[in-house]
């Protein structure tokens, strides 16, 4: 109910956001015409459409996003015909003729609907202005599509986009009300009702052409992340919507039933292992372990994950790796496979690219762990890093329960290298995405082109800000090189700086080479180049490419792309 009523007001607050601006001209061209039968049908169709469109790019992938841009260029051309007929009353005249031609009788019950500004012409005006409306995705509206996106098709993604379109129908309905009120006074009181109306017409054209160049997605979203969104993490902060969830620890000699495990099934691929099932798995103690390859979060676990499976699975411990991807390259079963050669993981991992494992077990992050007793039931759950000798405590308690006789009651004791080895206190930069979907923090001048070859160029940095040079194109979830010669730079404070990364083409690999503070990395290089900075991309995975001796420590990185044909989706610390 809470994230409903969030959903509810951060809609609310689009109409202060400079990109709802195309739509405005859409809304006021009824402002003349009864709200009930005019305005109100088309705030609703307006509001249903939205909410359908994005539960299906939610949960349906690119097919529909492509499909709504088909969508978008069709409710183009209606609402472009729509500004020239409010401008010229004889083009809309001769629109209408083949109408009249059906009859006498359906040409004036369509003239006296269209008259008496009908329900339907109405709502199905908003049905087209809906497919143009492109609301500035703040931290709220981000929140529920990813969540959507992770958690798959339900009534409560349904009900959350509702309630974000609602809110923003709710103050369009408003302005609406008092514009059509100065609206009518306009007419009345100077006699200009044909200026006004070939106004709006120009205003609806106006609309047309803010949206096909793109200035709905692109410059006004930019302009608008400064505003809202600044309020929409407020109200995220204040009730805590947001806020990562915490495993409560619980007493060892009383650890609860959290609910029982549910079912392996719909994973796409087993690695290390037949499938196995729940019933198999009755009488071990079970440890599942969500986790996606490029996450360096889930990479600093790994050691701890793949000690408690070598000390204990004599003793009846099973441990179940769940690889649920996190960017499309990770559903490879070939880059999988690979990473679970380098990552040395012996155990058996089920391949959950269709997120089936996930959604039963209801979870939400990554790394997560899930202690399981042999009687087939949850007794304890971990998210994120850290804890690891409770969590070692957790297996031995159960493994007691189990029956198993002489459980060792040490912990391992783990010295990790390379981007397993744990992060350090002083990391002050945060994972940072490439991609537009989620980025923060971009400042290159013009800021990003959607979809769309850019030529980029440097600007000066602050602590986490990033920027592109070069020629890019950049994507949802990633940026594409188009020309040697492009360069990312970033302003962090932190002892590791990893990036993911890999080539546009497998089997074509790509030349970098990395400065810090504008020289070559020396004893600051990370594994994967050498002292002058130089390496090489040949897969899709997580980069260490600096790895500061004397510790956390503001520096200026960049990293030049020798060769085109990369693709670069986040930047993570330790």
Same mark, same amino acid.
């Given at each position: 109910?809470?994230?409903?009523?969030?959903?509810?007001?951060?809609?609310a607050?689009?109409?202060?956001?400079p990109?709802?601006l195309?739509?405005?001209?859409?809304?006021?061209?009824?402002?003349g015409?009864?709200?009930?039968?005019?305005?109100?049908?088309l705030?609703? !169709?307006? $509001? /249903?459409?939205? #909410?359908? %469109?994005? &539960?299906?790019?939610?949960?349906?992938?690119?097919? =529909?996003?492509? *499909?709504n841009q088909?969508?978008?260029?069709?409710?183009?051309?209606?609402?472009?015909v729509?500004?020239?007929?409010?401008?010229?009353?004889?083009?809309?005249?001769?629109?209408?003729?083949?109408?009249?031609?059906?009859?006498s009788?359906?040409?004036?019950k369509?003239?006296?609907?269209?008259?008496?500004?009908?329900?339907?012409?109405?709502?199905?005006?908003g049905?087209?202005t809906g497919?143009?409306w492109?609301?500035?995705?703040?931290?709220?509206?981000?929140l529920?599509l990813? !969540?959507? $996106? /992770?958690?798959? #098709?339900? %009534?409560? &993604?349904?009900?959350?986009?509702?309630?974000?379109a =609602?809110?923003? *129908?709710?103050s369009l309905?408003?302005?609406?009300?008092?514009?059509?009120?100065?609206?009518?006074t306009?007419?009345?009181?100077?006699?200009?009702?044909e200026w006004?109306?070939?106004?709006?017409?120009?205003?609806?054209?106006?609309?047309?052409?803010?949206?096909?160049?793109?200035?709905?997605?692109?410059?006004?979203?930019?302009?608008?992340?400064g505003g809202?969104?600044?309020i929409?993490?407020?109200?995220?902060?204040?009730?805590?919507?947001a806020?990562?969830?915490n495993?409560v620890?619980?007493? /060892?000699?009383?650890?609860? %039933?959290?609910?029982?495990?549910?079912?392996?099934?719909?994973a796409?691929?087993?690695?290390?292992?037949p499938?196995?099932?729940t019933?198999?798995?009755?009488?071990?103690?079970?440890l599942?372990?969500?986790?996606?390859?490029?996450?360096i979060?889930?990479?600093?676990?790994?050691?701890?994950?793949?000690?408690?499976?070598?000390?204990?699975r004599?003793?009846?411990?099973?441990?179940?790796g769940?690889?649920?991807?996190?960017?499309?390259?990770?559903?490879?079963?070939a880059?999988?496979?690979?990473?679970?050669r380098?990552?040395?993981?012996?155990?058996?991992?089920?391949?959950?690219?269709a997120f089936?494992?996930?959604?039963?077990?209801d979870?939400?992050?990554?790394?997560?762990?899930?202690?399981?007793?042999?009687?087939?039931?949850?007794?304890?759950?971990h998210?994120g890093?850290?804890?690891?000798?409770?969590?070692?405590r957790?297996?031995?308690?159960?493994l007691?329960?189990?029956?198993?006789?002489?459980?060792?009651?040490?912990?391992?004791?783990?010295?990790?290298?390379g981007?397993?080895?744990?992060?350090t206190?002083?990391?002050?930069?945060?994972?940072t995405?490439v991609?537009?979907?989620?980025a923060?923090?971009?400042?290159?001048?013009?800021g990003?082109?959607?979809?769309?070859?850019?030529?980029?160029?440097?600007?000066?940095?602050k602590?986490?800000?990033?920027s592109?040079?070069?020629?890019?194109i950049?994507?949802?979830e990633h940026a594409?090189?188009?020309?040697?010669?492009?360069?990312?730079?970033?302003?962090?404070?932190?002892?590791?700086?990893?990036?993911?990364?890999?080539?546009?083409?497998?089997?074509?690999?790509?030349?970098f080479?990395?400065?810090?503070?504008?020289?070559?990395?020396s004893?600051?290089?990370?594994v994967?180049?050498?002292?002058?900075?130089?390496?090489?991309?040949?897969?899709?995975?997580?980069?260490?490419?600096?790895?500061?001796?004397?510790?956390?420590?503001?520096?200026?990185?960049?990293?030049?792309?020798?060769?085109?044909?990369?693709?670069?989706?986040a930047?993570?610390?330790?």
């Amino acid at each position: 109910m809470l994230l409903i009523l969030l959903s509810y007001l951060a809609g609310a607050l689009t109409i202060l956001s400079p990109c709802i601006l195309p739509v405005l001209p859409f809304v006021f061209a009824r402002a003349g015409q009864p709200f009930l039968k005019s305005g109100l049908p088309l705030l609703l !169709g307006m $509001a /249903l459409t939205f #909410a359908g %469109v994005a &539960t299906l790019a939610a949960v349906g992938g690119g097919w =529909a996003v492509q *499909a709504n841009q088909v969508g978008r260029w069709i409710a183009l051309a209606v609402m472009a015909v729509l500004g020239l007929t409010l401008i010229m009353p004889s083009l809309a005249d001769r629109l209408t003729r083949p109408l009249v031609a059906l009859g006498s009788r359906l040409s004036e019950k369509a003239s006296a609907e269209q008259q008496s500004g009908g329900v339907w012409p109405s709502f199905l005006l908003g049905v087209a202005t809906g497919l143009l409306w492109a609301p500035c995705a703040g931290p709220i509206l981000g929140l529920i599509l990813t !969540g959507a $996106a /992770l958690q798959g #098709a339900s %009534v409560g &993604t349904t009900l959350l986009l509702a309630a974000y379109a =609602a809110g923003a *129908a709710t103050s369009l309905a408003l302005a609406l009300l008092i514009g059509g009120k100065v609206f009518q006074t306009m007419k009345r009181s100077l006699g200009v009702g044909e200026w006004v109306r070939k106004g709006l017409g120009v205003l609806v054209l106006i609309g047309v052409a803010a949206i096909a160049l793109g200035l709905d997605t692109g410059l006004l979203t930019r302009l608008s992340s400064g505003g809202t969104n600044r309020i929409e993490q407020s109200l995220l902060s204040r009730f805590g919507a947001a806020q990562p969830m915490n495993a409560v620890r619980a007493p /060892l000699n009383a650890l609860p %039933v959290e609910g029982a495990m549910p079912p392996l099934t719909g994973a796409t691929e087993w690695i290390n292992s037949p499938p196995l099932t729940t019933e198999q798995l009755r009488g071990k103690v079970v440890l599942v372990d969500f986790w996606t390859y490029s996450c360096i979060n889930c990479v600093r676990t790994i050691p701890y994950v793949r000690a408690w499976a070598e000390k204990y699975r004599d003793q009846g411990l099973v441990v179940i790796g769940v690889h649920t991807p996190e960017f499309a390259f990770e559903k490879s079963p070939a880059n999988v496979r690979d990473a679970v050669r380098r990552f040395d993981v012996t155990y058996p991992v089920a391949m959950d690219n269709a997120f089936a494992i996930w959604r039963a077990f209801d979870n939400r992050y990554w790394p997560a762990h899930y202690f399981i007793d042999a009687t087939g039931n949850i007794r304890y759950h971990h998210f994120g890093e850290g804890d690891y000798e409770h969590s070692e405590r957790v297996i031995q308690q159960l493994l007691k329960e189990a029956g198993a006789a002489n459980v060792d009651q040490a912990v391992v004791q783990v010295r990790a290298q390379g981007a397993e080895a744990a992060a350090t206190a002083e990391v002050a930069s945060p994972e940072t995405y490439v991609g537009y979907a989620r980025a923060k923090h971009f400042v290159s001048p013009g800021g990003f082109g959607f979809d769309v070859r850019k030529t980029y160029a440097a600007a000066p940095l602050k602590l986490n800000d990033w920027s592109l040079s070069g020629d890019w194109i950049v994507r949802p979830e990633h940026a594409d090189l188009q020309a040697p010669g492009g360069r990312l730079a970033f302003l962090f404070k932190a002892r590791d700086l990893h990036l993911v990364m890999g080539p546009s083409n497998m089997g074509q690999p790509v030349r970098f080479r990395v400065r810090i503070d504008g020289q070559a990395p020396s004893a600051d290089a990370g594994v994967d180049i050498d002292s002058q900075g130089l390496g090489r991309i040949d897969s899709q995975r997580l980069y260490q490419l600096v790895r500061q001796s004397g510790g956390a420590r503001e520096r200026t990185f960049e990293i030049e792309f020798l060769d085109p044909g990369v693709q670069v989706f986040a930047f993570t610390f330790g």
